[in-house]
C-alpha cells in the first residue's frame, strides 16, 4: 500500500496501490489496474490580516443634520470621513490567494461575507462570523442586501457611493483618478478581474476614468469596497463608485438581452429536464413521436416546427377551454308556465256581467272553476217607479 500520511491542508490527494489479495500471476498480467483513494482535506483557515491590538472601531459619520426617513440617509451627500479619504491610500488590501479560507459562516448556511476581508484589515480570521473568501454565482441575496448583509437604500447616494439602491441590479463600477498609460486597459482588467469574472472594461484615457462591469452583482459589490482607496500600477489613489444607468442604446440592449437569458436560463432549470430535453429536440423518442402524430396521415410528410407547436398550443387551448366551462345549473327563476287550453269553448253569455276575456281571464287564475250566469230578463216596464221630486 502506497504512503497515505496526513496531507497538507486545502488539497485534494489521490494515492495508488496494487489490487489487494491479488495472486502473483494476476498482478503481473494486470499490473495496469490500480485501486484509487481519494483524501479529502479540510480547506486552510484564514488567515488575520491585521494585528488584534491596533484594530480599532471605524464609527461613520455624516456630513449631514437632518435625516431623510424616505431614502435613509443624512441630507448633504458624503459621509465625512470620505471627504478626505481620497487624499491617502487604504490601510490594507485583500489577497485572495493568501487571505481566502475557512471561518465560522462555513458552517451556517447563507451566511453573508466579511467587509473587513475585502478591505484587507480582519483581525478575525478562522474566528470570523463571516465568510472569507469570493462570492460565485450559487451565492444569492435577497434584492433589499448586498453580499455584507448591509441593508440597501431606495436611491443612490449623492456621490453615487455607499451601499446601493435595491430599485434596479447594478454590476457596472465607475472608476475614477486613473493614472493613464499605453496599456491601461490592460492593467484594468488585470487588477479588477482578482475580484471576479469581468464581463467588459472600459477606459476613457482623455478623463481618466474607467467602467468595470461584472457578470454577478455580488463579485461587483465585492471589488467596490476590495478596490477603493486602492492603486494599479502607479501611486495613484483610485476613486470607486457605483456607475449611473449607461444611456448608450446599444448598452440598455445589451443589458435587457442579458436579463431575457437569465430569465430563460432560470426556467430552463426550473423544468424538468425531460420537458426541456424534448422542447429543445434532444430527446430521439419525442422526435419520433413527433413525426408520426405530425404527420396528419400524410405518408412521408414532415411537420415544421412552426406547424406542430400552433397545433400543439390548439389543442392546449381547446382542453383549458373544455375545464373552465361552467356545468349547466338550473336557472333561479323558472319560465312562466303555459297556461292550460280549454277543452271545450265557453259560448259568450248573452247580456253578461263580464265580457269574454275577463272570464277567460278568472278561469285561468281559479283552474277553470268559474260559472257566469246570464243577467235576469225583465217581464215588461218598471212599474211603480217614483221619485222623490214628485209630488203626491
Not at 491585521?50 to 426617513?69: H, Y
Not at 473568501?133 to 457611493?161: A, T, W
Not at 454590476?171 to 471576479?196: A, K, N, Q
Amino acid at each position: 500500500m502506497a504512503d497515505t500520511a496526513e496531507p497538507a491542508p486545502d488539497a485534494l490527494v489521490v494515492t495508488e496501490s496494487d489490487a489487494p489479495n491479488a495472486p502473483a500471476e494476476d498482478q503481473q498480467l494486470e499490473s495496469a489496474k490500480k485501486v484509487k483513494k481519494i483524501i479529502r482535506r479540510k480547506k486552510r483557515p484564514a488567515r488575520v490580516q491585521a494585528d488584534p491590538a491596533v484594530a480599532k472601531a471605524d464609527p461613520s459619520t455624516q456630513s449631514g443634520l437632518t435625516w431623510n426617513i424616505w431614502y435613509s440617509k443624512h441630507e448633504g451627500g458624503q459621509r465625512g470621513d470620505e471627504q478626505h479619504s481620497l487624499n491617502k491610500p487604504a490601510p490594507g488590501r485583500c489577497s485572495i490567494a493568501k487571505d481566502s479560507g475557512y471561518t465560522r459562516a462555513d458552517r451556517t448556511p447563507g451566511a453573508f461575507f466579511c467587509v473587513h476581508f475585502a478591505r484587507g484589515v480582519c483581525h478575525k480570521g478562522p474566528e470570523c462570523e463571516y465568510l472569507h473568501r469570493l462570492p460565485g454565482i450559487h451565492d444569492l441575496f435577497q434584492p433589499n442586501v448586498d453580499c455584507f448583509g448591509r441593508e440597501k437604500h431606495s436611491d443612490y447616494r449623492d456621490d453615487m457611493g455607499g451601499i446601493g439602491s435595491f430599485q434596479r441590479q447594478n454590476r457596472v463600477l465607475y472608476v475614477g483618478r486613473i493614472h493613464v498609460t499605453d496599456d491601461i486597459e490592460e492593467v484594468v482588467s488585470r487588477h479588477f478581474s482578482e475580484w471576479g469574472q469581468i464581463e467588459r472594461a472600459r477606459v476613457l484615457t482623455g478623463r481618466g476614468i474607467g467602467f468595470v462591469t461584472y457578470t454577478n452583482e455580488a463579485n461587483a459589490q465585492f471589488a467596490k469596497e476590495a478596490m477603493h482607496q486602492q492603486a494599479l500600477d502607479h501611486e495613484e489613489i483610485l476613486n470607486v463608485r457605483w456607475a449611473t444607468v449607461d444611456p448608450n442604446p446599444m448598452a440598455q440592449k445589451r443589458e435587457a438581452r442579458r436579463l431575457e437569458e437569465q430569465a430563460a436560463e432560470a426556467i430552463r432549470r426550473a423544468l424538468p429536464e425531460a420537458f426541456v430535453a424534448e422542447i429543445e429536440g434532444r430527446d430521439p423518442e419525442a422526435r419520433k413521436r413527433k413525426k408520426i402524430e405530425g404527420s396528419f396521415g400524410l405518408n412521408g410528410y414532415d411537420v415544421p416546427d412552426d406547424v406542430w407547436h400552433a397545433r400543439t398550443r390548439q389543442l392546449e387551448a381547446s382542453a383549458s377551454t373544455q375545464q373552465l366551462e361552467a356545468p349547466e345549473q338550473q336557472p333561479m327563476i323558472e319560465a312562466a308556465q303555459p297556461q292550460p287550453e280549454f277543452e271545450q269553448a265557453q259560448p259568450e253569455p248573452e247580456n253578461g256581467i263580464f265580457s269574454n276575456s275577463t272570464v277567460a281571464a278568472l278561469r285561468g287564475l281559479a283552474g277553470g272553476n268559474v260559472t257566469t250566469q246570464s243577467a235576469p230578463k225583465s217581464s215588461g216596464p218598471l212599474v211603480g217607479y217614483g221619485s222623490d221630486d214628485e209630488s203626491d
